[in-house]
């Protein structure tokens, strides 16, 4: 497909857009500039755009932060009549897929993180219905303030938005985590500034908007997903209820070439509704560098610098003197007193062909009619039980640098495990020919696997690890495989990709792109989608 030319910022414009948006807002809730305004970043930054990046290609020119539907539906229609692109973020924490910067450089950030109410929590029920500003940890802590036997997915950051990371394909760990799934009820501001309610919402004051997804006629939603078509303000989302009893499992096996059975036991097991949420897995080199093991970084330590790597035979003894596996496997089974026992049993049974394997568990037996609370379970490393952490920032300064940055790649794969290893063992090669280490961060669902490869690297490292991705890109599109979501300036290089039928798919988006947003003000270029006739 020919390349997009991205819009030009008018400066002029742009002055009058923010004067008449600071009319609605206040000057308070403008930013005429990226430098400030932000939710504070990993180093107390508030500056918009890329925390990770040292580029100046993405980075916007101010932001707006509306707190109402209204006010949204005004700073839409304010943008279409200065002809002034906007980039929408519900929090900014999309941390190694680009934070807060955009696709083109110079939009204004519409930041809805002062959107930040719960509308509503129903324990009967079991869902909530939450704007782009409410946090993992926000959800959380209201359900224990209101004391409901509820256990909300949060994902391995709790700091990020419910519904930013649900409308990004995002996942958490509990029978829930799989948050577009979850998703029930959406209310979207058009590009013109008009209101739209997905779903039963369509009828007014309808009382199945959470509970029921389809609605009467098309299903919408998914055309706001990880799109540039509408900007979402609301969403409902079903919950997980308390179990009467839970264990957390681990799941380690000795050699490297076990990841194929390790991966298609548990997508077998899911499948089968034995395991209810998504299992990851982790390598020894993540193995490694989240222990707790003093002697153990001390042998990291030496490698643990920009231009350099862990060398697999110092991963292998450090791995052969405390007796771990080279695959872990972290996953959790919740049920009824009764149900537990058994679910254990199988669990141990399917996993006992593989040699060497050793499975560990933390039992929580519970009592009948009586639901496990957070308080019992306290902080887990995986939160399986829903409880937000932000723990797992620290591993982004573990590259003797502090600041440190990340990037994912998370391409989706066939969950036999043969298709994985496969990929894998590209991508590892790949990695260590850029001198950078393997961490995975592999996630089972019944019929796929989200092959997360996290590369920690440092601000010196940039360009090298841009030259990996790339060369990752290639790699899984000549194996057959895509990314499920992407840093923004990937999502051309994605889009590219979808070359079914002379990129019918692409075409199908554009067409509806100029529709919808005929001056292209939302989100231009986001997941490749862009107007045809917009200069």
Known sequence: MAPHRSPTVNPQALGNFFDDVARVLGED????????????????QKSYGDPF???????????????TVEEVQEVVKLANKHKVCLWTVSRGKNLGYGGSSSVVKGCVILDLHRMNTIVEVNEEYGYAIVE????FFDLYEEIQRQGLNLWPSVPAIGWGSVLGNTMDRGFGYTPNGEHSQSQCGMEVVLPNGELLRTGM????????????????????????????LGVVT????????????????????PKEADLIPLTGTLSDLMRRSIILNSPSIANIFRIALTSKVPEVHAKLAPYMEPNSYVPYSVLEEIRAEHNWGFWKAYFSLYGSVEMLPVLIQTVQRAFSAIPGVKIEWREFPGSPGRAITAAEIKEEEIPHSGIPTLAPLGIVDSRAEKGGAHVDFSPIIPPSGRELYEWYVTAKQRTIDAKFDF????????RYVVGIELVIYTSREEARVLELCRNLLHDGAE?????????????????????????????????LKDVLDPNGVLSPGKSGIWNEGVP
């Open 234 to 253: 609301k969403i409902g989302m079903h919950i997980t209820p308390a179990p009467e009893a839970y264990a957390t499992l681990e799941v380690s096996v």
């Open 29 to 44: 809730n403008i930013s005429r500039t990226p430098s400030h305004g932000a939710l504070e970043g990993t180093q107390g």
């Open 439 to 446: 961490f995975a961060d592999f996630h089972v669902y019944p």
């Open 201 to 228: 919402g369509a009828m007014k004051d309808n009382k199945t908007f959470a509970l029921y997804k389809g609605g009467f006629g098309p299903t919408l939603d998914g055309l706001f997903y990880q799109s540039n």
């Open 479 to 511: 194996q057959g495989y895509m990314e499920y979501r992407t840093h923004v300036r990937y999502m051309d290089q994605i889009a590219a990709k979808l070359d079914f039928n002379g990129f019918a798919f692409n075409k199908f988006t554009g067409r």
């Open 53 to 67: 990046s040292t580029s100046g290609n993405h980075t916007p020119s101010g932001a707006a932060r509306p707190s």
């Open 132 to 135: 782009p500003g409410v946090s």
